[in-house]
């Protein structure tokens, strides 16, 4: 492996353990200026590093020290690939659901442009709507 390539998934890692950690000034510190983030579901590309803060804030407002377990990553020029399982617990709002309290783990498959020492794009699949399910409620306990 280059050291490019080396590089890069460190910066990944890292970024993860400072999510994981819910530091999200230091996740910031490792986005460029005119970040982009790509999201299923939307019309085009978000930009800016406070789209990917806000969003960031929401998932650990409603679970709480959630734990992300990198299962798969590898990189290739300036991409990296991850394949990332979340585990937490429902313990705040999120997406206007109360707290309902129950276990959650659902996966995602993320891809990351980088640019000299920084993340300048994502764009990630996060299956919502199994996290969904888990929390909604209507199903039993």
Request: with cysteine; aromatic share 8%; proline share 5%.
């Amino acid at each position: 492996m280059d050291s490019a390539t080396a590089n890069n998934l460190a910066l990944l890692r890292t970024a993860y353990q400072q999510l994981e950690g819910g530091d999200l000034d230091a996740c910031v510190g490792l986005l460029t200026e005119d970040f982009i983030a790509n999201l299923p579901g939307l019309p085009g590309p978000l930009h800016g590093r406070e789209v990917w803060r806000l969003g960031a804030q929401a998932m650990l407002a409603g679970f709480p020290g959630i734990r992300l377990d990198i299962e798969d990553m590898f990189g290739v020029g300036d991409k990296v690939a991850v394949r990332v399982h979340f585990h937490g617990t429902h313990g705040g709002t999120f997406q206007g659901i109360e707290a309902t309290h129950r276990p959650v783990s659902f996966r995602s498959i993320e891809l990351y442009r980088i640019e000299g020492d920084r993340i300048a794009e994502e764009w990630v699949a996060p299956d919502m709507t199994s996290l969904m399910q888990q929390i909604s409620p209507s199903r039993r306990s």
